[in-house]
């Protein structure tokens, strides 16, 4: 899995999106969920490597100890399950 240092921590990448807003949504489930998600700075890959188009996919990162969390969460959005606050750890 590919991971990145960021803020002095380092994030796991739990999914690419093609689509920003899409990527955005997702990211706001897992925040409002308590996991400490993040996206993958698109224009610092676009300086990285100039072949990259414009509009790559975006990386939904998480630290590796909710990547399993963030995946199931994500799964059962996709699967329309959404999240039950009893599927919230609170701790």
Do not use: W
């Not at 996709?78 to 701790?91: H, M």
């Amino acid at each position: 899995m590919p991971k990145t240092e960021l803020h002095d921590e380092t994030l796991t990448m739990v999914q690419r999106f093609e689509d920003r807003t899409e990527a955005e949504m997702a990211c706001g489930l897992l925040v409002s969920a308590g996991l400490d998600a993040t996206l993958e700075d698109h224009e610092l890959l676009i300086g990285v490597s100039n072949s990259l188009p414009i509009e790559a996919a975006v990386g939904l990162l998480v630290p590796p100890d909710q990547v399993e969390q963030a995946k199931q969460l994500l799964l059962d959005a996709q699967k329309g399950g959404g999240t039950r606050a009893s599927d919230v750890d609170e701790g």
